[in-house]
């Protein structure tokens, strides 16, 4: 019965679902402000635990989506192709949120150090400001730009890092990989007049 529902779903509510991967994060911020020296005691294991926790969740959305997407749909292939682009694009805005409210919240100032030679002021400036550099951060690192100014400080930021750089790649292979599927092999992702 399960099996039956999946495979007839479509991705209609996936843009009011995909936000949802963001609550574990929520709850840890609250952990903060309510029990901070908690959190502080088991802030690597957070980290970890963040890590691991958007890797699986990614890749099974990716897994998911790509089962979706390239069985028979009732929608044309511009229509369906335009779907993926949609739904990728978010997948990468919750990505990248997802990581920079990890910095954020597990203090970027602490995990990365500003590697640029500018006044204190405009350092000041900065750290007023977490949130944008988190989410700074996170943008150059997920697009592997990495423009060198912002640098790890530790071993948990460095497997962070990583982690992000990662899955931007894998996300952007296999979003070349559906495109390039879905225009070799039209008849399995064109909408089913043809048989009609």
Do not use: C
């Amino acid at each position: 019965m399960v099996f039956k529902y999946f495979y007839k779903t479509n991705l209609t509510y996936a843009p009011f679902v995909l936000p949802l991967i963001l609550l574990p994060l929520m709850a840890e911020w609250l952990l903060k402000i309510n029990y901070l020296s908690l959190f502080n005691e088991h802030r690597e294991f957070f980290l970890i635990v963040n890590i691991l926790y958007i890797i699986f969740i990614r890749f099974a959305l990716l897994d998911v989506m790509l089962f979706l997407f390239t069985r028979k749909s009732k929608y044309s292939l511009h229509i369906t192709l335009i779907r993926i682009v949609g739904l990728y694009m978010e997948i990468t805005i919750v990505t990248v949120l997802y990581f920079a409210f990890m910095f954020y919240i597990l203090d970027v100032f602490n995990l990365f150090q500003y590697n640029a030679n500018i006044g204190f002021s405009q350092l000041e400036a900065i750290k007023d400001h977490e949130f944008l550099s988190a989410l700074y951060i996170s943008t150059i690192t997920f697009t592997t730009l990495g423009l060198g100014d912002w640098v790890p400080q530790t071993i948990n930021a460095m497997m962070a890092i990583s982690a992000e750089v990662i899955l931007g790649v894998v996300q952007a292979g296999v979003f070349m990989a559906i495109i390039i599927y879905a225009h070799q092999n039209k008849q399995i992702i064109a909408p089913q007049q043809k048989e009609e």
